[in-house]
DNA sequence: CGGGATCCGATTAGATACTG
DNA sequence: CAGTATCTAATCGGATCCCG
């Protein structure tokens, strides 16, 4: 995933545990950064949800995204994946513990984004002004 | 930046602030989140860096992505860029109080991943490992 | 219905070279 | 020193088609 920062730090004395940190905090970050995660998770929070319905409840989202998005929730254990052996297939997605821990985590972040969200944007439109 | 997702929440009912909320929090999610913006910070949290500085203590960053990071930073009011008027040029770049008030909020966050990197390492061990 | 496989355009980020 | 400009390789994400 990330082969040339390891390397660069290990030359330099720093310990293999806090690189793994460093790593794996950017890579869980990366998650819930990326475009379709958080809305997901947020309607997950609500209760379990099949496929066909999280792709309606999420405006805008391809079927191939969250098809990979909620692999990779479900890969990291935040979510599970509940198939039923029926015809026509029908599949659940649940918030496991560790998703429900991770989602309130975030609020707070999205608190502080809330509570500044004036402020940045105002910034940004500052330093995009021409003068 | 966004155009897809507002136009398909506006047709829905859904409050304009709602949907400038959303775009926001995503987008400064996905600053946090990305690759090098955490390093930067983390570092600048000790005090006033210069640019080179920067590049020695964040390794493996090309001066591209840094430059750009740091740009990206003092947009949104993250951080300030102080220029010296002297040759060879000297720049400073140092968290603003916004800046440092999204750091401790991301902390919590961190914490949370340190808390838990293990189950979701071990999480995608077994999601991975081909039963 | 719930995806996986494929194709392709768009964005991203590293390497390199150049400059005030 | 502190960047910008350019080129390129890789990644991302949407559209489409297909299948159990």
Redesign the interface.
């Known amino acids: 995933m990330d082969a040339?920062?390891p390397s660069?730090?290990a030359g330099?004395g720093i310990e293999p545990d806090c690189i793994?940190?460093?790593l794996?905090?950017?890579d869980?970050?990366?998650?819930?950064?990326?475009?379709w995660t958080?809305?997901i998770v947020t309607v997950l929070r609500d209760g379990p949800m099949r496929f066909t319905a999280l792709h309606h409840a999420v405006?805008?989202i391809s079927q191939r995204m969250l098809a990979h998005t909620l692999s990779a929730l479900?890969?990291?254990?935040l979510a599970t994946r509940t198939a039923y052996p029926e015809v026509p297939p029908r599949v659940d997605y649940t918030l496991t513990e560790?998703g429900r821990?991770?989602a309130s985590?975030?609020d707070?972040?999205?608190g502080?984004?809330?509570d500044?969200?004036d402020?940045?944007?105002?910034?940004?439109r500052q330093?995009?002004s021409p003068d």
Chains 1, 2 share one sequence.
């Open positions: 040339g920062l660069e730090l330099r793994e940190t460093i794996v905090v950017r869980v970050l990366a998650r819930v950064g990326d475009k958080m809305l405006p805008g479900t890969r990291d254990g560790l821990s991770l985590a975030v707070r972040l999205v502080w984004v809330r500044h969200q402020e940045i944007v105002d910034n940004r330093f995009d």
